[in-house]
C-alpha cells in the first residue's frame, strides 16, 4: 500500500486504462484498482474517476465518495518520498505529537504538505500496528521506530540524497 | 383547500400477505412482514422521532433518534431497520430514549446555523420538527466548536440550491438519487465530521451527472437541498392535486400555491402512475405558464402579411366563424376542418372534433397522434381489438425480461424509466433494440444483456427475426396460442416466419445486427419468464410502422406474454394525453370510444343527443388537408394546441399548404410557428388553469384541477364552445364534468367514468363500466377484447428512403431529458440550462471521413431540405447514422425529413431520412428566410399603432 513514491510515473489515461482492465477480473475491484492506480502514479488522479465508473458500470459520484472516503488514496501528486508519522495512542503518550509538530515546523510543512522541492510529503496515519516500537513511523514502504528528531531527520535525510 | 400534507411512514409498505403482529405502547398491531416497527406504529398514528427515514427508500439506520426499547431484547434497537415480530413488546417512550434521542440531537444541533427565523424551512422543517418532539432544551455543547456554517452554497442548478452549513448528513438524498432516481448522482466525500454532500465528484450540481429530477430536494428533511422558488416566494398555504402536462407517464403533482402564485410542484405518493417521484420537466419546468412570450389577447389580421391586431374575444371568435361559414358557403361544408391536441384536455379534445362533426357538419378531424402513434392505434386493434397499452406500468415490478424498441425511457418517459431502472437493478433482464446507445443499455448498475444496434428502417425485419427464431426453435407457447388466438392464422404466420429468408443469419445481411445477438435476444424474450414490450416512436415513424406494431403484437402472442401482469405490450405514448385524444374521437374515422363513423350504432347516438346529421364517410388526415389546400379544396382550419409547421413532416409542403388557406385559426399559449400562417389567434390556456382530465400511456384517466383563473381569460374548452355557438351549433356546459358526462353517456368504454368516482378512486383505467367499475389495469386477462388473437403477416419492405452516393448516412430523430417535444414550454423555462440547441450526433468515424470536429457547423441535406447545426461526435450512434433532436425551432429538423409515411395510418417516417452531412459556415438559405419570415410575421399592433 501506498508505494515507493520515488518509482511513480506521470500520470497517463493508457496506462490508467491497462490497470484498471487488468482489475476487472476481480470480484470488488474498485478497491485494488485504486491501490494499483496509486501505486503507480502516487495519486488518484480525478480523471481516472470517470474511467472506473465507465469500467465498472458505476457513477462518476460513487467512485468519487469511495477514494474521498479512504484517506490513504491521495488526489494530488505526492512527493518523491512520502512519510506517514503515527499518531495513534501508543505513539502520542510516547511524544509523538511533540516529535512531528518540530519535524513538521522544521520542513516548512503541514500535515499532508509536500516541500518545495518536491521531495517529501508527510502524513498523519493513525497505528501502524507497530505500538512496541513507538513513536513510530513509514518512510516510503518501510517501517521505521523508536523515534526521536534525530533518528527522524536522517532517516528522511538517507533516502532524499 | 388547505396544503395537502401526506403521512411519512418512515420506511416503504411490505407487500407480504402473511402478517405479523406485536403490541406496540400497549396496543396490539397487525403489519406486513418485513414492515419496521417504525411504519407499524406509524399505521396506528404513533409518531417515533426520525431523521435519517422517509418512506421513498429503505431504511437507513444512521441518525439514531427512531430508537425504542423492545421487551426482553438487550439495547435500543432503531425501529426503521428493526422488522415486527411476533408477539414482541416495544416502547417507543421511555425515560432511556428520552435522553438518548435528547443527546442525539444536541449534537445535531451543535453544528446547525440557529437561523430558524429566516430559513426558507421555516415551517417545513423535520430537524425543527423532530428537537421539539425529542424536547430539546438546550444543548450542552455549546455552538463554539467545529462547525460547518462557513460552507459554500451551490446555486448552480436553475431549480434548487444547495445550502450545505444546513446539511446533517442524513444521505437521504444521496440515497434517493440512487434508490428512486437511480441516477447515483450523490454521495457522500470525505467521512466523519468531514462528510459533505457532494453531487459528481464534488462538483457543482448543474456539471454533475445530476439530471434535477428533485428526489434529493424532495427528501431532504431541512433546507439543504431547496427549491429557489420557495427561497425567493416563501411557503406555500394550500395546494391541489393535479395532472403534470408533459410526457404520457401522467405523474401526480400537488401543486402548491400562495393564492394565485404557484410556489412550486411536489409529485404526490398516492400518484398511482409516479408514486411521488417527478423528472425535471413536471416538477420544475412549469416557468413557461408565465412567460412573457404568452400571448393574452385575441388577435386577427387579414393576410399572414400584415402585423397582428388585438381585438376583443368576440371580434376574435366571430371574425373566425364568419369565415368558416363564408368558406362552407363558397367552397362546400369540406373545405374546413380542425385538429385536436394532445396537450388539452380529454374534455377540450372531445367539444373539438364534437364542433367539427356536429358544428362544421364534417369528419375533417385529425389529431398529432397521426405523427406519433397512429400505428399504434392500428396495429394493437388489429391484433387484440382494443387500441391501446395492455398493461398498467406498475406491472414492471412483476417483468423478468424487458424488451424495449425505438423509445428511450431515461429521456422521453423518465419517471417510468427510473421505474425500468429500479426493476432492471432488481435482476430483469434487458434487451434494447436500437440504433442508438441509449442510457438503458449501459447506465450506473445497470447494462442491457443484448443491444441489437438496427439500421434504422429494418425494424420489421429484426422483430419478424426474433419471430423466426422463437418459431423455429420450438419456444412458442401453443397452449396459450390455441386457447386465445386464432390458430389458423397462427400457422399461416408460423409458416411465414419459419421462411429461411427471416433467420438471423439473412437478416444480419439487411439490418446490420449480428445473427447471434437476434438469436440470444429471441431465447431470452421467450424463455426468461414474465416478458414485457416497451416501445416508442422509433417503432412507428417508419413507413412501416403499423407492420412492427402487428409484428410486436405476434412475439406476444405467440410467446404467451398478454393478459397478466408483468407482460404484455407497452406503447410509450409521447404526449400528456395523446392517449385521451385519441380515444376521444380526434381521428376522422373514428367517434370516441374507437367506433368507425360508418357505424350505424354509434352515429345514432351521437345524431339523437347532438341533434344533426353526422357523415358517415372517414374525413381528411392532416397531410390530406395540406395536399387539398395546395389544391384549392381545404380553405379553413381550427388548430387547437398543436404546432403542426415543426412537428410535422417536409415542413415546405406543410408550409405551402397553411399559405394556400384563407382562414387559419390558431388556439396556442405561444405565438408558435404555425401562427405564422394564421389570420385568428385564440389565445389558449395553461394545464394550471382549467379543469379536466388526461389520459396517461396506462390508460389512465386522472384529473387536472385548476388551480388559477386562466391568464387569457377562458379555458380552452370554454374558447371551443365560444367558436361553435358563434357557429350556430349550441354547446352549453358548465363545467368540464358536464363534458365528461356525456363522453360517459356516449362511450361504452367509459360509462363508468365521472368527476365523482374519479375525485373518490384519485384515478381509473379505461375500459370502465358496468363489467369494470373499478377500470382496467391489465387487459386481456382471459382472452382479448375483440375475441381470438389475430396473428399478421408482416413482410419487410424497405423504405423507398435509401441511401445512396448523394445522401450517405441515415438520420433518425429523437428526445432529450431536460426538453418537450418541438420545446414550446421548456424552452421557456430555465432547462435551458442543459441542452441549448439541437445537436447531431455523428459517429467518430464519419466526422473524420469529412473533416467534421465537435461543435463545428454541419449543414445536413436530404432531398426533401437541409438545415444547419452543430455536430456531436460521439459512438453512441453506429457508422453510417447520424442522429439530432427536434426540440429548437431554428434547427428545423423536419425541413429534412420527407414525405414517406406509414402505408396504413399516415405516420410520417421521421426516424429515418437519406443524408448527407458536410461542413458548413452557419445557418441555411432556409434558416434564415425563415427566421425573417416568422420574425416578420410575429409583429403585433401596438395600441398607438391600431388606434390610427
Known sequence: MGGTMSGASNWNAERAAQIINEHLGLEGPMLPILHALQDEFGYVSADAVPMIAKALNLSRAEVHGVTSFYHDFRHEPAGRHVLKLCRGESCQSMGSEELARKFLAGRGLEWGGTTADGDLTVEAIYCLGLCACSPAAMLDDELIGRLDAETLAEAVDTVSI | MALITEIDFGTPAQKSEKMVTLTIDGVEVSAPEGTSIMRAAMEMGTEIPKLCATDSIEAFGSCRLCLVEIEGRNGTPASCTTPVAPGISVKTQTPRLKALRKGVMELYISDHPLDCLTCSANGDCELQTQAGAVGLRDVRYGYEGANHFDNVKDLSNPYFAYD??????????????????????????????????????????????CVSCGACVQACPTATLMEKSVIEIGLPEHSAVTTCAYCGVGCTFKAEMRGEELVRMVPHKDGKANHGHSCVKGRFAYGYATHRDRILKPMIRASIEDPWREVSWEEAINYAASQFRRIQAEHGKHAIGGITSSRCTNEETYLVQKLIRA??????????????????????????????????????????????????????????????????????????????????????HVKADFHLPLQPGCNVSVVTSLAHVIVTEGLVNEAFVRERCDWSEFQDWAAFVSEPRHSPEEVEKISGVRADLIRSAARLYATGGNAAIFYGLGVTEHSQG????????????????????????????????????????????????????????????YESLWGVALEHEPGLRIPNMLDAAVEGTFRGIYIQGEDILQ????????????????????????????????????????????????????????????????????????????????????????????????IALTTPSFAGVSYAKLDEMGSVQWPCNAAAPDGTPVMHIGGFAGGKGKFVITEYVATDERTGPRFPLLLTTGRILSHYNVGAQTRRTANVAWHPEDLLEIHPHDAELRGVKGGDWVKVQSRAGDTTLRALITDRVAPGVVYTTFHHPMTQANVVTTEFSDWATNCPEFKVTAVQVSPSNGPSEWQESYRQQAEQSRRILQEADAAE
Open chain 2, 164 to 209: 450545505p452549513a444546513k446539511c446533517i448528513v442524513c444521505n437521504r438524498c444521496v440515497r434517493a438519487c440512487e434508490e428512486v432516481q437511480g441516477t447515483f448522482a450523490l454521495t457522500i466525500d470525505g467521512r466523519g465530521f468531514g462528510s459533505r454532500v457532494a453531487a459528481g465528484q464534488d462538483e457543482p450540481f448543474l456539471e454533475s451527472e
Open chain 2, 359 to 444: 358544428g362544421f357538419g364534417n369528419n375533417n378531424v385529425d389529431t398529432c397522434a397521426r405523427v406519433c402513434h397512429s400505428p399504434t392505434g392500428y396495429g394493437l386493434k388489429t391484433a387484440f381489438g382494443t387500441s391501446a397499452g395492455t398493461q398498467d406500468f406498475d406491472s414492471v415490478e412483476e417483468t423478468d425480461v424487458m424488451l424495449v424498441i425505438g423509445a428511450n425511457p431515461t429521456d422521453g418517459h423518465p419517471v417510468f424509466g427510473s421505474r425500468m431502472k429500479k426493476r432492471l437493478r432488481a435482476g430483469a433482464k434487458l434487451i434494447v433494440i436500437d440504433p442508438r446507445r441509449i442510457d438503458l443499455v449501459e447506465t450506473p
Open chain 2, 546 to 605: 403499423s407492420t412492427t406494431v402487428l409484428a410486436i403484437a405476434n412475439l406476444a402472442m405467440a410467446t404467451g406474454n398478454l393478459g397478466r401482469p408483468g407482460v404484455g405490450v407497452n406503447p410509450l405514448r409521447g404526449q400528456n394525453n395523446v392517449q385521451g385524444a385519441c380515444d376521444m374521437g380526434s381521428f376522422p374515422h373514428e367517434f370516441a370510444g374507437y367506433r368507425h363513423v360508418s357505424d350505424t350504432a354509434a352515429r345514432d347516438v
Open chain 2, 647 to 742: 412537428s410535422d413532416p417536409d415542413t415546405h409542403h406543410v408550409a405551402s399548404g397553411l399559405k394556400a388557406m384563407e382562414c387559419v385559426v390558431v388556439q396556442d399559449l405561444f405565438l408558435n410557428e404555425t401562427a405564422n400562417y394564421a389570420h385568428v389567434f385564440l389565445p389558449g390556456s395553461s394545464f394550471l388553469e382549467k379543469d379536466g382530465t388526461f389520459t396517461n400511456a396506462e390508460r389512465r384517466i386522472q384529473r387536472v384541477r385548476k388551480v388559477m383563473s386562466p391568464k387569457n381569460g377562458y379555458g380552452d374548452w370554454e374558447i371551443t364552445m365560444l367558436l361553435s355557438n358563434a357557429m350556430g351549433f349550441k354547446m352549453s356546459y358548465k363545467h368540464p364534468s358536464e363534458i365528461m358526462d356525456e
